[in-house]
């Protein structure tokens, strides 16, 4: 299993970035994909999941940190997940990483056996 995360850079606050992450080596149209967050210091935390449908039918859910301003999204025949991330602030600075398991989408990191490897965001004020 492969998850290749990309889109990371530097912005200013109030800009936006949109993350990529292209999963390969297992049935991506069961999977249920999710983004987390690692800032220096911090513990992992979730920042939102989608359950296996392809676009709007996909159930999704997100931090109360980052509702409204982000938005997850997928494509099943490209095997991709996004997330769009709007109105950034210094304090969603962090390493993301998209995760992907069968079943559910989870808001607990534990229940995510795949990684990638993540990409950094870096907010200035």
């Known amino acids: 299993v492969q998850l290749q995360a990309s889109g990371g850079g530097l912005v200013q606050a109030g800009g936006s970035l949109r993350l990529s992450c292209v999963v390969s080596g297992l049935t991506f149209s069961t999977t249920a994909m999710g983004w987390f967050r690692q800032a220096p210091g911090k513990e992992r935390e979730f920042v939102a999941t989608?359950?296996?449908?392809?676009?709007?039918?996909?159930?999704?859910f997100y931090a109360d940190s980052v509702k409204g301003r982000f938005s997850i999204s997928r494509n099943n025949v490209k095997n991709t997940v996004w997330l769009q991330m709007n109105s950034l602030k210094p304090e969603d600075t962090a390493v993301y990483y998209c995760?992907?398991?069968?079943?559910?989408?989870?808001?607990?990191?534990?229940?995510?056996?795949?990684w990638g490897q993540g990409t950094v965001v870096t907010v200035s004020s």
């Open positions: 989608i359950n296996w449908r392809n676009w709007s039918g996909g159930a999704t």
């Open positions: 995760a992907a398991r069968q079943g559910i989408p989870s808001r607990d990191y534990l229940d995510y056996p795949d």
